[in-house]
């Protein structure tokens, strides 16, 4: 299992974060696990109003990332998932999102979580998904991860006393 080795986040009043989730809509029954996993995830948290928006598929997420960043979200998430074909396509999607995705982060200041999967089979995917019987919920994690940053980030913004 790919999750192996992570670690347990545990995030305390984080309640009054704004926080944006941007799901893809390719690959209906894993993304539908990816976003029900992310919202479960925000309301254990206490941060019952995110922002959902869904954007055609994987590529469309840096683009959609930024935009939300410079307006006000103290953490983004991105959910997507490409499954890999005969061509190099994958490949190129996979890189240009990833790297997108960390450049937001990066030249932003606000968390991106990724939960994008890329993998080789549908299988993969599903069992990554969240799902009943899937072995990883890749969209819980991705907003446990996002938020957790952001907290972090706070508490070195936040004037010691």
């Given at each position: 299992?790919?999750?192996?080795?992570?670690?347990?986040?545990?995030v305390k009043n984080c309640q009054d974060l704004r926080v944006a989730v941007?799901?893809?809509?390719?690959?209906?029954?894993?993304?539908?696990?990816?976003?029900?996993?992310?919202?479960?995830a925000l309301h254990e948290l206490g941060i019952d109003e995110p922002t959902l928006l869904r954007?055609?598929?994987?590529?469309?997420?840096?683009?959609?990332?930024?935009?939300?960043?410079?307006r006000g979200y103290d953490a983004i998430v991105a959910l997507g998932v490409v499954i890999?074909?005969?061509?190099?396509?994958?490949?190129?999607?996979?890189?240009?999102?990833t790297q997108g995705l960390a450049r937001v982060s990066a030249d932003t200041g606000v968390p991106v979580g990724f939960g994008v999967l890329t993998?080789?089979?549908?299988?993969?995917?599903?069992?990554?998904a969240g799902l009943e019987g899937s072995a990883e919920d890749k969209g819980h994690e991705a907003v446990t991860?996002?938020?957790s940053t952001a907290m972090t980030l706070r508490s070195v913004s936040e004037p010691w006393h």
């Open positions: 299992m790919s999750g192996k080795g992570a670690p347990e986040l545990s941007i799901a893809a809509q390719w690959h209906e029954k894993v993304m539908d696990g990816l976003v029900d996993g992310s919202l479960r954007v055609p598929g994987s590529w469309e997420l840096p683009v959609v990332a930024k935009v939300l960043a410079g890999r074909g005969g061509t190099p396509h994958f490949d190129y999607v996979c890189q240009g999102v993998c080789d089979t549908e299988e993969q995917a599903l069992d990554r991860a996002a938020v």
